[in-house]
């Protein structure tokens, strides 16, 4: 199974909005509504912050969405923060007890 | 609150085999599916096998099958993953991590350990 694509960068200053996709195949995102996102900082497990495509956990801000479109799902994080500067990456069950994860998208709040 | 903790990570020679372990507390770990993900030093993360709650089913990405080995004990609440064969690309950060059956997402995880192979 193939790595779900993301871009390798995502930059914005503070208070602007910066969105990530996460581009699979029908057999993956496109599949099921089971697209999540996990922020990882430098030397830390990763967190999740959205499940089942759009949904936050406890806790999680609500400056994180998510949506998907076909075989494309995407992040939004709006109104940055310095803390929000993060390794950000999608994951999906991909059928055929197989799970992917997206290539990683690091984020630069500038 | 929820704890995964994993241990056995070190340096192997290609070829050798090293058992990775994670006990989990604060959580009903006997319904949990468990899985095994993995990073490279400076890469991204790949999924690498699962265990369902009950030891029945185990399934693997394929650059491992038939090399590493899932296994679970619910009577001490740790899963393991031993890894037979090792080669120099399996040099990562293991961690354990519990799925959720509610939320279809990987909402635990252990801090991570490094397993390097290098001769």
């Known amino acids: 199974q193939s790595a779900l694509t993301q871009p390798p960068s995502a930059s914005g200053s503070p208070g602007q909005s910066v969105t990530i996709s996460c581009t699979g195949t029908?057999?993956?995102?496109?599949?099921?509504?089971?697209v999540s996102w996990y922020q990882q900082h430098p030397g830390k497990a990763p967190k999740v912050i959205i499940y089942e495509v759009s949904l936050r956990p406890s806790g999680v801000p609500d400056r994180f969405s998510g949506s998907k479109s076909g075989n494309t799902a995407s992040l939004t994080v709006s109104g940055l923060q310095a803390e929000d500067e993060a390794d950000y990456y999608c994951s999906t069950y991909a059928g055929n007890n197989n799970y992917v994860f997206g290539t990683g998208t690091k984020v630069t709040v500038l | 609150q929820v704890y995964l903790a994993e241990s056995g990570g070190g340096v192997v020679q290609p070829g050798r085999s090293l058992r990775l372990s994670c006990a989990a507390s604060g959580l009903t770990f006997s319904d949990s599916a468990m899985h095994w993900v993995r990073q490279a030093p400076g890469k991204g993360l790949e999924w690498v096998a699962v265990i369902s709650y009950d030891g029945n089913y185990k399934y693997y990405v394929d650059s491992v099958k038939g090399r590493f080995t899932i296994s679970r004990d619910n009577s001490k609440n740790t899963v393991s993953l031993l890894m037979s064969n090792l080669r120099r690309e399996d040099t990562a950060f293991y961690y354990c991590a519990r799925y959720s059956p509610e939320n279809w997402a990987f909402d635990y995880w252990g801090q991570g350990n490094l397993v390097t192979v290098s001769s």
């Open positions: 029908s057999s993956d995102v496109g599949g099921y509504n089971y």
